[in-house]
Each structure stands twice: as C-alpha cells, then as structure tokens.
C-alpha cells in the first residue's frame, strides 16, 4: 500500500515538474484540468504502474528460477553469465550481441521491437561508457512508438470506412435481390446468405475495434469475458464468410459438372456448411486459447494458435479454386463444341467467384511471409487492411453491382417510374391547359371571341365522324379528353 502511494506522489511530482517546465519555456496550448481530473488521471497513472510493477516481478522470480534451475555452460571459451538486468533476463551467452524482443510492461514499448545487449570478448557485459554500469539497450523499443500509433490509427480509420461501405453497399444488394422476384433463384439465395455473413463480420468487427482500440487502458485493467466473445465471433463470421464462398463453387460445380442434379438441389446442406461448420474451429480456437494463450481479450496474434481458424479458411480457399478450376475446363470445353449460350451464362458466374478468391483470400496466402521491416511491414499492413476491411464492398461489387441479371431488372424498374411519371406529369399539364382554356371560351366579353364560335361550328360538323370513331374504338380516358378539349381550341 506504502509503496502504492509512494509511486503515486512520484508521478504526480513528476507530472508537477513538467508543467511548471512547459510554463517557464512558454507553451502554445493552455489546458485546463480540474482537480476530479488530475485525480482520475494519477489514479490511471498508478495502476498501471502497479500493473507493470507485478509484469516485472513476476518476470524476475521466473528469472531466478531459470538462473538456479538451468545447467551450468559446458563449451569452452569466455561468456557472459546470465543475470537479470531489471527488466529482461539474460541467459549464458558468448561473445557478441544478443537479442531479445522489448516487453510489454508498458504502453509506450512496442513489442515488435528488439532489445540488444553486447557481451564483451572477455566475457564481461558492455557497460554504459557515461555510468560505468551494466548496460541494455532499450532504446529501439520507444523510437518509433509515435509514428507507430499515428500509423495505427490510421488503419482504425480506415477499416472504420471500409466497414461502414460494406455494410451500406450488401444491405442495398439485400434490398435489390428480394425486391425483384426476378432475380429469385437458388443461386441468389446463396448469394443473400453470403451478403449476411459478411455484414455480420463488419458489425462485428467495427464492434471489435471500437471496444479493443478505443478503450484499451481499460482493456488492459479489466480483461473482460465480452471482448473475448467478441473476439471468438470476429472469428466465427470470418470464417463463414469463405465458407459461403466455397458453398457457392460447390453450388457451381455440382450444377454444371456433376449431371445427375441438374436440377433443383437441397440447400440445407448449404447451409450446414456456411453457417454451421465454421462454429467448429471458432469453438476450438476459444478453449485453446483460453488453455494456451489467454492474454488479454485475446487481442495478440503472436501465436500460431490463429492456424485454427486461419487452416480451415486456407483449405476452403485451396478446394474452391480446384472446384472452379475444374468448371473452367469443363466450359471452355463446351464452348469451343457448341458454342452455348448457357455455357456462357455459367462462365460469367464462375469468373466472379474465381476474381474473389484471391482478392479475399491473399492475406492468409501472405500471412507466413509478413516481412520485418519496418517501412516494408507498413506498407504490408495497409495493403492487407484494406484487402481485409474491404471485402464486402468487393463482393457487393462483383455479385450485384455488376450483376447484368441485376443491372437489367434495374434498368426495367427505371423505365417503368420514368413512364410513370412522364403519364403524371403530361396528364396534369393537359388538364390544366384545357382548363385555362375553356375559362377563356366561355368568361371571355371580348367581341372578337365570335370567330371561335364558328371554329366551334366547324367542329361540330366534324362531331359525326368523331362520334363513329368513339363507336369503333374503346372509350378515352379522362387525359384524352383534355388533349382533345386542347386540340380544338388550338384550331
């Protein structure tokens, strides 16, 4: 408790001495804390250095368990003994640089990151030239952070976007493909299924992101069972977003290949597997990594334990390919025969499928092979984000934006409110027209309206034959009856 308090009063010197520092040099930004503040920020402050305090102790007991546990080196020549150095230990090592990834003891040291620590040629750690201490170097672990977070910032932002895109964009094809009972068939059931899973992982992905990016102090103190379910479902709805796609290469292959279902085929199959299926490996995922892995909220993927979801959706990617593969060859084969236009239907389907498959799938095609540099993993992870975040928009696109099916019963649907509206709005002109004119005819005291009445006389000589021609045809409506009242005032 003491020691609690002691590190507390240290802070909030230490944060007393930078503001005071900051006025004397004179800063542009004047903020303005009240004393709640402070107190909820020294609070923060003090548990995570209390979070961080028991990280390091619990480290340095596992230290010295492994210093007295471990066998003494046998090889010959010097070496430097192992020790802890106060926040990383250090094993036997020979004359050189050795390495090891910087802790997580604190927000600002970034994991990706290495430690080094030089064991001299006479088998005595480097020491600091300044303080002629034993020295490591932690400096790599701090250089990039800001730009790092900048960075990954960025990247929240940018699957926010992507997200909220695929959401929008799948909700309008669920829209377009119910609304046309044209478009009603099996192959657009499957289609709707797979648009729903995919908005399933963008609702809950931005959920994902908002609870692990946005509150991640308090992530780290708290480590609850929501983000890890939430974490579970991302996982669940990833993998039944490729599951969907190789249900439709199935759907495909069976409908052109395999000749005995020609005809209309069970969907609750389909279903089992888009649906049902992917619950397997997300369940499995959750109790190893619950077993093996349970670090907080489940949010590093520094373990392979991400192959169990990662496998599945790598073979469904790999069978897919082989099945439209196989209807490719099967379709060009009919084509160059007989020149069908069905076959040329099918192509089409089967062309859409085959673009998705490596737009969705390269991220865990590349996944083995992320490279370690810095500004090449930079630019690695803003290609796979977007890939990744993107994804719905993508098969939005490719499914029914681009649908000729879809673009047509658009097209009609136009057409048909474009005439319909033309109908309104020509009626309504008409009938004003013929009005305003018949208030002239009859409310006019002009003398020279005596010429029309004789226009009216020489249409009413007319008046037989268009009687005969009322007998002969269907009666007019009311909008040409007004065009007629128009015509003859217009004689």
């Given amino acids: 408790m003491w020691r609690s308090i002691t590190i507390s009063l240290i802070v909030a010197l ?11 040099v004179g800063s542009l930004l004047a903020v303005e804390i009240t004393e709640e503040d ?3 920020n020294y609070s923060g402050n003090a548990n995570a250095l209390r979070m961080s305090e028991h990280q390091i102790l619990a480290a340095q007991f596992e230290c010295y368990l492994k210093i007295i546990h471990d066998p003494p080196r046998t090889e010959e020549g010097n070496y430097c003994n192992r020790t802890w150095d106060g926040w990383l230990c250090w094993g036997d090592s020979s004359p050189g640089t050795v390495i090891q990834m910087c802790p997580e003891y604190f927000h600002d040291f970034d994991p990706a990151e290495k430690v080094t620590k030089v064991c001299n040629p006479d088998g005595q750690w480097f020491h600091h030239p300044e303080s002629n201490r034993v020295w490591t ?12 977070l900048k960075f990954a910032i960025s990247l929240y932002y940018l699957a926010m976007v992507g997200h909220a895109l695929s959401i929008i964009s799948l909700i309008i094809c669920l829209i377009i493909f119910s609304y046309f009972k ?12 797979m648009f729903v899973s995919f908005i399933l992982n963008s609702i809950v992905t931005i959920m994902w992101l908002s609870l692990t990016v946005a509150n991640n102090q308090a992530i780290h103190a708290s480590n609850s069972v929501s983000c890890k379910v939430l ?7 990833l993998t039944s977003n490729y599951f969907w796609m190789l249900c439709e290469g199935i759907y495909l292959h069976t409908l052109i290949i395999v000749a005995i279902f020609v005809g209309e085929q069970q969907l609750f199959w389909y279903y089992v597997l888009g649906w049902g299926f992917p619950m397997v490996p997300a369940i499995t995922y959750a109790v190893a ?4 892995f349970n670090d907080k909220c489940w949010i590093s993927a520094d373990t392979h334990l991400l192959y169990i979801i990662h496998g599945p959706i790598q ?3 790999l069978v897919n390919l082989f099945f439209l593969l196989n209807i490719v060859r099967v379709l060009i084969t009919k084509l160059k025969e007989t020149h069908c236009a069905e076959s040329t239907t099918y192509m089409k389907a089967v062309r859409a499928t085959l673009i998705l498959i490596p737009l969705l799938g390269v991220q865990f095609i590349l996944f083995p092979w992320r490279p370690e540099g810095r500004i090449s993993r930079a630019i690695y992870d803003f290609f796979v984000n977007i890939l990744s975040h993107f994804q719905g928009l993508l098969v939005a696109i490719i499914y029914c934006f681009c649908n000729a099916e879809a673009q047509a019963a658009l097209r009609r649907k136009w057409m048909q409110w474009k005439s319909a509206w033309g109908t309104n709005s020509h009626f309504n002109y008409h009938t004003n027209s013929s009005i305003t004119e018949t208030s002239r005819a009859t409310i006019s005291l002009d003398p020279h309206a005596v010429p029309f009445k004789k226009k009216e006389n020489i249409l009413s000589r007319a008046a037989p034959n268009d009687n ?12 040409e009856v007004d065009m007629l009242k128009l015509e003859t005032t217009d004689i």
Avoid at 137 to 148: A, G
Avoid at 183 to 189: D, E, G, M, T
Avoid at 468 to 479: M, P
């Fill in 468 to 479: 005969r021609q009322e007998k002969n045809s269907k009666t007019f409506s009311n909008g």
């Fill in 137 to 148: 170097n932690y400096t790599q672990c701090q250089i990039y952070t800001k730009d790092k």
């Fill in 182 to 193: 044209s478009l009603s068939c099996q192959r657009i059931s499957l289609h709707k299924n």
């Fill in 315 to 317: 073979a469904a990617l």
């Fill in 14 to 24: 230490a944060l007393g001495s930078e503001v005071s520092q900051s006025e004397d």
């Fill in 231 to 237: 974490a579970v479902l991302n996982q669940y709805t």
């Fill in 38 to 40: 402070q107190l909820k």
């Fill in 289 to 292: 990594r619950g077993l093996f």
